[in-house]
C-alpha cells in the first residue's frame, strides 16, 4: 500500500483543538474522519474550516432514514465534496441504492455493517441470532448488489468479507495499536497491521491517536507498523 491509509477520528468537541491535532499529525495520516460528534457541534462550516488542513475527508454521518429522506441528505452535502460517506446497511437496499445514486462525484459511499462496539450479546438483545461475524457478512453482500463502493467492518470480518468482495473498498475502525488493552467501549478490535494485513482500504483510528499524551508519536508509531 503506497499511500497513508489511516484516517484519523476528530471525535473532539472543539473546532479549534480538532484542527490543531489535525495538522500536528498532517504528516502521518492519509486523511481526516469527521463523525456525528464534530458534525453536530460544527456542521457545514467545521467541515469547510478542516479542508484547509488538505487532506480528504471523511464525513462518517451513518446516515439511516427512509430512501428519500437519505438522498436528499446525501444531495445536501455534495458542497462540502466528502471522499467517503457512511450509510447504515440496515437501512436496507432501496437506501443504500438511493444513498449512492445522490452522492457526488468522486465521493464513496460505504454502508455501516455490525458497529465494532457490539458483540453476539448485544445483537442477540436486538434480536438477531446469527454471529457478528455472519451478519456482517450478509450486510456486506446486501451493500455489495445495492452497488455501494464497500462497508465498514471490524478487523475480525474485514479478511472474510474481502475474499467474497474482492475490489470493495473496505473501512475498518475499532483499532488498537496495544491489541485490545484499551479497548474503551469498543468489543471487535485488531491492531491496525492486522486489519491492514487482512485487506482494510481504510483505517480509522480515533483515541489512540487523539487522546494519546503525545499524538504525533502515537500516530508515527502506528505508521510505523503499517
Ligand atoms: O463508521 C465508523 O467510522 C465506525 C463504525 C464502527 O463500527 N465503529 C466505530 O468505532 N466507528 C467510528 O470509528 C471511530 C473509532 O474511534 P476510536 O475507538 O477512538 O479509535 C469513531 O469515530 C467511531 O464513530
Same mark, same amino acid.
Given at each position: 500500500m503506497n499511500h497513508n491509509p489511516v484516517y484519523l477520528a476528530l471525535d473532539l468537541p472543539r473546532l479549534?483543538?480538532?484542527?490543531a491535532l489535525a495538522r500536528k499529525v498532517a504528516g502521518h495520516i492519509g486523511g481526516?474522519?469527521? !463523525?456525528l460528534e464534530f458534525f453536530c457541534a460544527h456542521g457545514h462550516h467545521g467541515v469547510l474550516q478542516m479542508h484547509k488542513v488538505g487532506l480528504p475527508i471523511f464525513l462518517d454521518l451513518k446516515l439511516h432514514d427512509i430512501?428519500?429522506?437519505?438522498?436528499a441528505?446525501?444531495?445536501?452535502?455534495?458542497?462540502l465534496e466528502p471522499a467517503?460517506?457512511?450509510v447504515h446497511a440496515s437501512g436496507g437496499r432501496a437506501m443504500m441504492e438511493d444513498a449512492k445514486a445522490a452522492a457526488g462525484e468522486n465521493c464513496k459511499v460505504v454502508a455501516v455493517t455490525v458497529l465494532t462496539s457490539l458483540d453476539e450479546g448485544d445483537l442477540s438483545t436486538m434480536g438477531i441470532g446469527e454471529s457478528a461475524h455472519d451478519h456482517a457478512l450478509r450486510l456486506a453482500d446486501l451493500a455489495h448488489s445495492a452497488g455501494l463502493d464497500g462497508i465498514v467492518c471490524s !478487523?475480525?470480518?474485514v479478511g472474510a468479507v474481502r475474499r467474497q468482495w474482492k475490489d470493495g473498498y473496505f473501512v475498518v475502525p475499532g483499532l488498537r495499536p496495544d491489541d485490545g488493552k484499551s479497548k474503551g467501549d469498543q468489543k471487535r478490535t485488531v491492531t491496525p497491521r492486522e486489519a491492514r494485513d487482512a485487506g482494510a482500504s481504510v483505517l480509522v483510528i480515533g483515541r489512540p491517536i487523539s487522546r494519546a499524551e503525545d499524538p504525533l508519536a502515537a500516530a508515527r508509531a502506528i505508521e510505523g507498523t503499517l
Open positions: 479549534d483543538a480538532a484542527e481526516i474522519k469527521l !463523525g430512501p428519500n429522506t437519505v438522498a441528505a446525501m444531495q445536501s452535502i455534495h458542497v467517503i460517506v457512511t !478487523g475480525q470480518e
